[in-house]
């Protein structure tokens, strides 16, 4: 069974920094699109990094310069370091595997169950 298990989310100060992992199982994902996506209450659904098999690194403007996407394909693991953290990066954030399509969309076939990320002022 394919998993993706995030950790690492917790209580933060605006300011401070977090790395959320992304553990993977089930199947190796080193020859795939991976990424993050986040959603805080009453709001959609929203990209904020992704990074392909050899690298390549892409961000939401809201996050750019601040969050950095890495893999450990030998772990089969996924991160997001998040620095200068603000309240409105409070949200449950998602680990995704495998795009279906562009990066940038929703379109992932495997997705983690999330978790909190809450940014106090």
């Known amino acids: 069974q394919v998993q993706l298990v995030e950790s690492g989310g917790g209580l933060v100060q605006a300011g401070g920094s977090l790395t959320l992992s992304c553990a993977a199982s089930g199947r190796t994902f080193s020859n795939t699109g991976m990424g993050w996506f986040r959603q805080a209450p009453k709001k959609e659904r929203e990209f904020v990094a992704a990074i392909t098999w050899n690298g390549r690194t892409y961000y939401a403007d809201s996050v750019k310069g601040r969050f950095t996407i890495s893999r450990d394909n030998a772990k089969n693991t996924l991160y997001l370091q998040m620095n200068s953290l603000k309240p409105e990066d409070t949200a449950v954030y998602y680990c995704?595997?495998?795009?279906?399509?562009?990066?940038?969309?929703?379109?992932?076939?495997?997705w983690g169950q999330g978790t909190q990320v809450t940014v106090s002022s």
């Open positions: 995704v595997a495998e795009p279906r399509t562009v990066y940038l969309s929703g379109e992932y076939n495997y």
